[in-house]
């Protein structure tokens, strides 16, 4: 295990998709609700994709700066998009990523290389890397 530096705590209740889930310190509140496209009531709750999604694009942003930090490349404007898809795998369900990196104003070759190297050093990169497909690309325009 690595030297621990900061643990969330979330907690789920109620009808797992369909419930809620908190954190410890009370920012998440969440209703949950199963997408309309996996036979769910959709509407305005989110789901445990949209969250995964929202972390890993974090994540990965973060990532992405320190590494361009790193090599002393100025990042402006920057984003970050997760896709998190969760479908059939088997007899069971899998989930699959797609990362879009924006980095406007570099050459693609650079933003390919900063992408590549944030990919390496992500902690979600790292935790999912083996268990599920993770699509990196980069974009400059």
Not at 68 to 93: N, Q
Not at 104 to 111: D, H, I, K, N, T
Not at 124 to 133: D, F, L, P, Q, V
Request: charged fraction near 20%.
């Amino acid at each position: 295990m690595v030297d621990v530096v900061y643990t969330a705590v979330a907690t789920a209740r109620g009808d797992g998709r369909n419930g809620e889930v908190t954190s410890s310190d009370g920012v998440i509140d969440e209703q949950l609700a199963v997408p309309k496209e996996m036979g769910g009531p959709g509407g305005e709750r989110t789901n445990p994709e949209q969250l995964f999604a929202a972390g890993y694009s974090a994540c990965f942003h973060g990532a992405l700066q320190a590494v361009a930090r790193g090599a002393k490349v100025k990042l402006t404007d920057s984003t970050v998009t997760a896709e998190v898809s969760i479908g059939k795998d088997g007899d069971a369900f899998g989930l699959a990523v797609k990362l879009e990196a924006y980095l406007p104003g570099l050459e693609q070759g650079q933003a390919n290389e900063l992408v590549a190297q944030a990919h390496q050093v992500c902690p979600y990169s790292r935790a999912t890397r083996g268990n599920i497909e993770v699509e990196v690309t980069a974009k400059t325009s």
